[in-house]
């Protein structure tokens, strides 16, 4: 075996589910991030975590609200989902920038979302430059209709498995 850097090892543990982290702004708008790291971490009670940037407005928004989506978008959304990751929520309202029609719930999400895991936030612990949230699952829904959506190689190409 031979030492790689971290990026490279993300071109080779590919694909990597791609999801969107639904939070709420103080204007009561749905901010949507792109994220690529999560896990389950419990199925008693159901848990999952994923990480965000301390300096991104997703972060600021959790630790405040402590309710959030993590949807996994259908394939087709994959370029809206792809968008979501490319701009800051602070400067642009992504759903309506980029056209994601959104559930009407209570944190909205995309319609187009395979699976969608409504949660709330137990404990936001710092890593590093990040801040990896640990969410108790307090609903999960399902959508047969849509494919599952992933990030191949360097995270810059979305597609369903075949």
Same mark, same amino acid.
């Given at each position: $075996? ?5 990026d490279?090892?993300l071109k080779?543990?590919a /694909?990597?589910?791609? !999801?969107?982290?639904? !939070? ?5 708008n749905? %901010? ?9 971490? #419990?199925?008693?009670? /159901?848990?999952?975590?994923?990480? $965000?940037? %301390?300096?991104? +407005?997703?972060? #600021? &928004? ?7 989506? &993590? !949807?996994?978008?259908? #394939? !087709?959304?994959?370029?809206? *989902? ?9 400067d @642009?309202?992504?759903?309506?920038e +980029? ?5 009407? *719930?209570?944190? =909205? +999400? /995309?319609?187009?979302? =395979?699976?969608a895991?409504?949660?709330?936030? @137990?404990?936001?612990? /710092? ?13 999960? &829904? +399902? %959508?047969?209709?849509?494919?599952? &959506? ?5 995270s %810059?190409?979305? *597609? *369903?498995?075949?």
């Amino acid at each position: $075996m031979k030492q790689i850097t971290f990026d490279e090892a993300l071109k080779q543990t590919a /694909p990597h589910s791609v !999801s969107l982290i639904s !939070s709420l702004t103080p204007e009561g708008n749905t %901010n949507l991030a792109a994220v690529c790291w999560w896990t389950f971490l #419990e199925s008693e009670p /159901p848990m999952i975590g994923f990480s $965000m940037a %301390n300096e991104s +407005y997703t972060c #600021e &928004l959790l630790k405040k609200s402590g309710k959030t989506v &993590l !949807s996994i978008p259908g #394939e !087709s959304i994959a370029d809206e *989902a792809f968008k979501c990751g490319t701009a800051s929520g602070r400067d @642009v309202n992504k759903a309506e920038e +980029y056209g994601v029609t959104l559930v009407d *719930a209570p944190v =909205k +999400y /995309p319609v187009n979302s =395979k699976v969608a895991f409504i949660c709330s936030v @137990v404990n936001p612990v /710092p890593v590093g430059d990040c801040t990896f949230f640990i969410c108790k699952i307090d609903d999960i &829904l +399902y %959508n047969e209709r849509e494919r599952h &959506l992933y990030a191949w190689g360097d995270s %810059n190409k979305l *597609a *369903a498995l075949p």
